[in-house]
């Protein structure tokens, strides 16, 4: 089964903010933080867990007020990403509690390459001192590194 290509787009709109933006060509969904938790980094984190073999994760995006939930399923090379709403911020509400704002599935490689890149292009634009000041968190270089070596070596396969 031949899955539709995933659009992404991650920005720090301004002191603190930052937000993605993600699409599979039908669902569209644009997703924001607050500097109340390091959602940026907490998301790439998650992302390389799968790309090591996870089969699920989580990243929580901390709003004012609420949260953002996503959730990873892995089915053996693709996955489904599930984002949910809640209205507390830092919510201890189960899963099913929270509102389904969007599912899509993807390739985790196409995925796991988008988020690279645009990790990749935040550096780039931003640098790491500007990433700092204006997220409030340190670039997380070394993950992307890590992601970095880790696609190469699958692509080498």
Same mark, same amino acid.
């Given at each position: 089964?031949?899955?539709?290509?995933?659009?992404?787009?991650?920005?720090? +709109?301004?002191?603190? %903010?930052?937000? /993605?933006?993600?699409?599979?060509?039908?669902?569209? %969904?644009?997703?924001?933080?607050?500097?109340?938790?390091?959602?940026?980094?907490?998301?790439?984190?998650?992302?390389?867990?799968?790309?090591?073999?996870?089969?699920?994760?989580?990243?929580?995006?901390?709003?004012?007020?609420?949260?953002?939930? %996503?959730?990873?399923?892995?089915?053996?090379?693709?996955?489904?990403?599930?984002?949910?709403?809640?209205?507390?911020?830092?919510?201890?509400?189960?899963?099913? /509690?929270?509102?389904?704002?969007?599912?899509?599935?993807?390739?985790?490689?196409?995925?796991? +390459?988008?988020?690279?890149?645009?990790?990749?292009?935040?550096?780039?634009?931003?640098?790491?001192?500007?990433?700092?000041?204006? %997220?409030?968190?340190?670039?997380?270089?070394?993950?992307?590194?890590?992601?970095?070596?880790?696609?190469?070596?699958?692509? /080498?396969?």
């Amino acid at each position: 089964m031949s899955l539709p290509p995933v659009w992404l787009d991650c920005t720090v +709109t301004g002191r603190g %903010w930052a937000e /993605a933006s993600l699409s599979d060509g039908t669902n569209e %969904w644009t997703i924001t933080a607050s500097y109340l938790s390091d959602g940026l980094s907490d998301l790439l984190k998650t992302v390389i867990s799968l790309v090591e073999g996870a089969q699920e994760g989580i990243c929580r995006w901390q709003e004012e007020p609420g949260e953002y939930r %996503w959730l990873f399923s892995r089915q053996e090379e693709q996955i489904e990403i599930r984002i949910l709403w809640f209205k507390e911020t830092f919510s201890h509400r189960l899963n099913d /509690a929270g509102r389904c704002e969007l599912v899509l599935t993807c390739s985790l490689r196409e995925f796991a +390459t988008k988020l690279r890149r645009e990790f990749s292009h935040l550096l780039n634009t931003l640098g790491e001192e500007g990433y700092a000041k204006e %997220w409030g968190y340190g670039f997380p270089r070394t993950d992307l590194l890590k992601l970095q070596q880790l696609l190469s070596r699958k692509k /080498a396969k």
